[in-house]
């Protein structure tokens, strides 16, 4: 029949390697025994707060790598019934009959009971969340909101010392710019004055010296004028 063609290939997957060069069949991917399907969280571009959270489409290599060695088991625990569902799943079985499927064949080749491999996922989650954990308490570190014990600061907090350090000089700049606003505003107010001085002191010298000019114009003129016709 079609469906025990189908479990047998899915069987010679999960049990045979794939040959060096053999490209690896495709495994959509499952959720955990029992568990419903649950809509990943969306990534949103920017967080509240003054730090933008740049968007992550794609997780890294080296992250999926780090998972990848949290849930390497010894073959005889959730993680090995995992890849059997997977592939299972690829050969068409769905629903309870693959996850039943699944943990017969697992069962009929580790031993062990529903009980002890629900325990053993357990202990998966537990480690992502430890390791969530510990990469969370890291980050704060990094990001000058935690103290790293015994640890040299990393680069966002020396960059982040910096800034505060530019920012307040160039905030001590700025006193300094408005004081000598200030102090040219003062000194520009006093030119004008002294100007305006100045210039009505050369005003009032010019009356002086016209007048006394052409007084002394007028007399020169008066006394040579009468001198003159008495010395004839």
């Given amino acids: 029949m079609e469906i025990f063609d189908k479990l047998t290939n899915a069987a010679k997957d999960f049990f045979i390697e794939p040959q060096e060069g053999a490209p690896a069949p495709a495994t959509p991917p499952t959720t955990q025994f029992g568990a419903s399907a649950q809509p990943a969280a969306p990534v ?18 080296r992250h999926l790598d780090h998972i990848a060695g949290l849930l390497a088991g010894d073959g005889k625990d959730f993680g090995a019934y995992m890849k059997m569902v997977k592939s299972m799943a690829a050969a068409g079985l769905s629903g309870p009959m693959l996850y039943q499927t ?24 537990q480690a992502l969340a430890a390791d ?35 920012a307040a000089e160039l905030a001590e700049l700025s006193r300094q710019i408005q004081a000598k606003q200030q102090q040219l505003q003062q000194v520009q107010q006093q030119l004008t004055e002294e100007r305006q001085k100045t210039q009505a002191a050369l005003a009032s010298y010019e009356l002086a010296n016209s007048a006394a000019l052409a ?12 001198l003159n016709a008495t010395a004839k």
């Fill in 102 to 125: 699944a943990y017969n064949a697992f069962s009929a080749v580790n031993g062990g009971t529903v009980p002890a491999l629900l325990a053993s996922a357990a202990q998966f989650e």
């Fill in 44 to 61: 949103t571009a920017g967080a509240p707060g003054p730090i933008a959270v740049p968007a992550v489409g794609q997780a890294e290599q």
């Fill in 132 to 166: 969530r954990e510990k990469v969370l308490t890291r980050h704060r570190e990094k990001m000058g909101e935690a103290n790293a014990p015994g640890g040299a600061p990393g680069p966002v907090v020396q960059l982040t010392a910096q800034e505060k350090k530019l």
């Fill in 215 to 226: 007084d002394l114009q007028a007399h020169r003129k008066a006394a040579e004028s009468f």
